[in-house]
């Protein structure tokens, strides 16, 4: 794995590999330096203390429960992303994330590799964190298209399912119940004449909406 994580520093983007403990093994900045770290300052530390995540609704993606392990553990693809962090200066910056799974010859997860690079147009938003993901896609879904039928709650419940969140996970997640998780995927997948979770998402991704 070692070599192959070298080879991956032929790339402009920024790349790191997390350990099953979550710490970093490996730290190649990005072209230039986006972040501002060396790999000396930040080899052997727990990634969510150095990426400390936000989504763009502001709640922490970050932490020692890291979603993105829970899927791959699970075998589950993990969706390339969005997410705010910051530069060692302390200044916030929006990167897009596309992870990958490192398996081990028995099929267990060994590592997770995260290449990213910056999202230009989060960065150039002066909008409040507070804007949530759906809020933005909504506003750009033409008026004919069915998803424009969806509700911004609706958007995102929608979005954690593409990223395989289950009903309890999703709810944790809004901080709303596992009922009224429910009460919002019935509503989507009547609104996008889907007969599954599987089919909403594949609607949507087909559409380019998430």
């Known amino acids: 794995?070692?070599?192959w994580l070298r080879q991956?520093?032929?790339t402009g983007d920024g790349v790191f590999a997390v350990d099953r403990d979550h710490r970093i093994i490996f730290w190649k900045p990005a072209v230039p330096g986006l972040l501002g770290y060396s790999d000396e300052e930040v080899l052997g530390k727990y990634c969510h203390d150095v990426i400390q995540g936000c989504d763009c609704g502001g709640r922490s993606t970050c932490g020692e429960h890291c979603p993105h392990f829970e899927q791959a553990r699970r075998g589950r693809w993990v969706a390339s992303h969005d997410l705010q962090t910051h530069t060692k200066d302390g200044h916030s910056v929006w990167v897009n994330m596309?992870?990958?799974a490192v398996?081990?010859?028995q099929k267990k997860l060994s590592a997770l590799v995260h290449i990213f690079r910056e999202a230009p147009q989060r960065s150039r938003e002066t909008s409040s964190p507070q804007d949530t993901c759906a809020a933005q896609r909504t506003e750009d879904v033409p008026a004919g298209n069915p998803l424009a039928r969806l509700t911004r709650q609706e958007w995102?419940?929608?979005g954690l399912l593409a990223e395989g969140l289950g009903t309890p996970a999703i709810a944790?997640?809004?901080f709303i119940s596992p009922k009224t998780v429910r009460n919002h995927i019935e509503n989507l997948l009547h609104k996008l004449e889907a007969h599954s979770?599987?089919?909403a998402v594949l609607i949507a991704?087909?559409?380019h909406w998430i």
């Open 197 to 199: 979770r599987l089919e």
């Open 103 to 105: 398996l081990t010859r």
């Open 205 to 207: 991704t087909r559409h």
């Open 156 to 158: 995102t419940v929608l």
């Open 98 to 100: 596309t992870t990958v």
């Open 8 to 10: 991956l520093a032929h």
């Open 172 to 174: 944790k997640r809004l």
């Open 1 to 3: 794995m070692a070599e």
